[in-house]
């Protein structure tokens, strides 16, 4: 029997015998395993990106489409669940989505089953996961209860934001020194670095720590790509163009839904410039990024690497998150068999994560309930 919550998800408390094996939640991957995986490695490579100025325009390369998709529209969750089963669709769409990817909380007690005997390191995404969604990116903001559920994660758990926006704002949002952070995708990362790549810093209480930042020589050209992108969509209303220092976000959650051939056009005209920058799709939002191989899921393996928690043996890795960007943890983590990726998403959608969760709101539950689990374990 799965661990109940008061949370309205009344589905798959108990799996039915003839679900299989994975969809019960039994990772595959953490079955016995025949290799331990490569040490951990610090190289990253420049990858080519499309030829620029190939497509002409944003129809012929699937970027409306993508934007289209990008996020799910806002919806209120009835308290009563079956009444709303009952009255939508997508609710019974959302179930059968379930069955591949069960929620973290009914199957709690099975994720806890294979954490038993491992130290569990935990990596959190921030917007979307700990903070709900909302218009402004500078209102995003994570409320205190949330704060405390990760403040007390970080007690029992290794703990990282991995997040795309600027790490130093990220940060400023979360305000916890206990954590690790990773801004920019990954591309920016504060921690205990053991790396000889590495650099000496000092963080916001002046204490000394080590940054990891494989896109340095990107910094000018982010600069000047993100002046080009404000100056360019500067006429488009609600379009909002943020400087992450590694990479830069053109939002279009505030424009007109007729005007985003717009601003899409606009961002692949000024990218064509800049070979060596690629877009990703985020909600709402695009996101100018450096071709180099490098992304969140490298970030966690980097943070797994430096903080001596490599072995799958020892080690169970959660990643929670609930944008594309998340996706390469989730396949880092199913691929090397080192944890379960967490999807937070009120929608179905393809994922490499093995578990979901709705909604920040779930998160936090779900993080409360790692550390009743813990507290449980150390007293006995
Ligand atoms: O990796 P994350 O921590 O999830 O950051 C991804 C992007 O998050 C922010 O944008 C998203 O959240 C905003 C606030 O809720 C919302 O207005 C926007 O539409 C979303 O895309 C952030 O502003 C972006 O720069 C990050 O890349």
Redesign the pocket.
């Known amino acids: 029997m799965e661990l109940k919550t008061n949370h309205a998800a009344p589905v798959l408390t108990d799996p039915a015998p003839t679900i299989s094996k994975s969809r019960l939640g039994i990772h595959s991957s953490l079955l016995p395993y025949s290799q331990q995986g490569a040490p951990f490695s610090s190289k990253y490579i420049t990858i080519p990106r499309k030829k620029p100025g190939k497509l002409d325009d944003v129809w012929s390369n699937g970027w409306l489409d993508a934007m289209k998709s990008s996020?799910p529209p806002r919806k209120k969750l009835n308290k009563d669940f079956s009444v709303e089963v009952a009255s939508d669709d997508n609710d019974n769409a959302y179930l059968s989505w379930m069955l591949k990817h069960p929620s973290a909380l009914n199957f709690f007690e099975r994720i806890t089953s294979f954490a038993r005997n491992k130290k569990i390191a935990v990596f959190l995404?921030?917007?979307?996961?700990l903070?709900p969604?909302?218009?402004?990116?500078d209102r995003?903001l994570m409320s205190d209860a949330m704060r405390d559920a990760v403040r007390n994660v970080a007690k029992y758990f290794p703990t990282a934001i991995i997040?795309?926006?600027n790490r130093d704002k990220?940060y400023e949002l979360v305000g916890l020194t206990e954590l690790y952070y990773a801004g920019s995708?990954g591309m920016d990362i504060m921690g205990p670095v053991t790396n000889t790549d590495s650099v000496n810093s000092t963080d916001q209480q002046g204490k000394e720590v080590k940054l990891f930042q494989p896109a340095k020589e990107f910094l000018p050209m982010i600069d000047e790509v993100f002046r080009t992108l404000v100056e360019n969509t500067k006429g488009i209303k609600g379009a909002k163009v943020?400087n992450?220092k590694f990479c830069a976000?053109v939002?279009y959650?505030n424009v007109d839904e007729k005007n985003w051939s717009t601003i899409a056009q606009r961002v692949h005209d000024v990218l064509k410039d800049y070979p060596r920058l690629r877009l990703t799709h985020?909600?709402?939002?695009l996101?100018v990024r450096p071709v180099i191989e490098w992304n969140k899921g490298k970030a966690v393996e980097f943070l797994l690497g430096s903080l001596g928690l490599y072995s799958r043996d020892e080690v169970l890795s959660i990643y929670i998150?609930?944008?594309r960007?998340d996706e390469d943890a989730f396949k880092v983590l199913k691929k090397k068999n080192r944890g379960y990726g967490i999807l937070v998403s009120p929608i179905p959608k393809e994922t490499s994560a093995f578990y979901s969760l709705r909604e920040p709101a779930e998160v936090m539950e779900f993080l409360k309930a790692l550390v009743s689990w813990k507290d449980q374990e150390e007293a006995n």
């Open positions: 996020s995404d921030y917007d979307g996961t903070s969604i909302v218009d402004d990116p995003a997040s795309g926006r990220v995708h943020e992450h976000s939002h959650r985020g909600r709402k939002v996101e998150g609930d944008d960007t």
